[in-house]
DNA sequence: CCGGATCCCCAGAGATACTG
DNA sequence: CAGTATCTCTGGGGATCCGG
């Protein structure tokens, strides 16, 4: 491999320098050879870009709170053990909030932290962009073979 | 569970009434009773959030142009069927461009399509929000328990 | 040699059943 | 109701092979 350094690459055009700037900022760690003890990538941002982490956080977006059965049963397919889990490294990482009301039967509420609806707003972003592109997507798809969803 | 749709729904606060419009906005088929054909987080979003997929349009985005091994040995840790697959995903759904020239031995480029540079900024925005909140999503951990990557 | 394809193996995700 | 327990099975890693 060629040593390339971020600062020695050759540039395109100008919507290439900025992209490059603000990745140069936001990783001072790209080099293989000595990787960071925590990748904000791999370690922070991927766990909870999935998609129940994405489903979970927009439904209580879009709910403010739900319970543990409401959830599950909004985001059809998921599985019981799925959705504990996901819950769980939502609520370490500090996006979810999770309320125990002693009651009985019991009753368990899930809403946004305020960091959780920091994260929102990125995943509204997202998926209204991902939303525009999606025919596009599909008629790739379609010409690439069938459907194919994943 | 309580039927509530979004225009009962009780809004909180401003911040609410505007992510709920926009959440509505994008989703006509919040209905888990009335599932789309595709959905686009599951379908067409989540399939190009894992890490793999992150780091090889960030490090396309960097480079503009890498070879198949070069790829390689930026992202650390992926295996070369795993390279393979999720390259061919992102080449299928327009993310991605391959080059192959038939040279010996063979050389086969890659490089970010218009619309994986439109990702790509989608992207960036996450992993800077992602670095300014990380510090503080370290520390939860620590609370929590250890460091706990995953 | 490069860029994969193939095979084997295992951890982790998912389906189902069950419990405090 | 809100999860666990158990089982299954697939997706991803590692090693090897191969066509160009």
């Not at 990783?27 to 909870?48: E, K, S, T, Y």
């Amino acid at each position: 491999m060629e040593k390339l350094s971020i600062e020695e690459e050759t540039v395109v055009d100008n919507q290439g320098i900025d992209l490059k700037k603000k990745i140069k900022n936001i990783f001072g760690h790209l080099d293989p050879n000595n990787p960071p003890d925590i990748c904000p990538i791999r370690d922070v941002l991927a766990p909870v870009t999935d998609k129940w982490s994405i489903l979970i956080i927009i439904f209580l977006g879009v709910y403010t709170t739900l319970r543990f059965n409401e959830l599950k049963r909004h985001i059809y397919g998921i599985s019981s053990k799925t959705l504990t889990e996901r819950l769980k490294l939502l609520k370490r990482d500090g996006y979810v909030l999770r309320k125990m009301y002693p009651e009985v039967p019991i009753r368990v509420e899930y809403q946004l932290t305020k960091f959780g609806y920091q994260y929102l707003e990125q995943l509204l972003n997202l998926t209204e962009w991902i939303n525009s592109a999606m025919p596009d997507i599909i008629k790739k798809r379609h010409k690439f073979n069938v459907i194919i969803k994943k």
